[in-house]
Nanobody
């Protein structure tokens, strides 16, 4: 059974950093597409960063390019999202997701397994 669990969210001041973690079980990170998504109040869930295959380059939303970095530690079955230079508009619930079908997109509708989410609030 595919399971994902996010952690690492919290309150941070603008310009600060956070690292989100997503512990996974029930599947091999090398065989699944993985990604981070976020949903702000009143807005649709959006893709932040995704990796379709281990050999592919990560996809980043334009709004986070140069500030966020997705990575994995396969030995720990964990996905990370390093977030630097955070802005108030980054405030949202952040989710990690996985799907056994790899596509070169970062669309929520293409991911079938989700974690419960972790809140990130950027505010002074």
């Amino acid at each position: 059974q595919v399971q994902l669990a996010e952690s690492g969210g919290g309150l941070v001041q603008p310009g600060g950093s956070l690292r989100l973690s997503c512990e996974t079980s029930g599947f091999n990170l090398d065989w699944y597409a993985i990604g981070w998504f976020r949903q702000a109040p009143g807005k649709e869930r959006e893709g932040v960063s995704c990796i379709s295959t281990p050999d592919s380059s990560p996809i980043y939303a334009d709004s986070v390019k140069g500030r966020f970095t997705i990575s994995t530690n396969n030995a720990k079955n964990t996905i990370y999202l390093q977030m630097n230079s955070l802005k108030p508009e980054d405030t949202a619930v952040y989710y990690c997701a996985a799907d056994r079908i790899s596509r070169s997109t970062c669309q929520p509708r293409h991911f079938g397994s989700w974690g419960q989410g972790t809140q990130v609030t950027v505010s002074s």
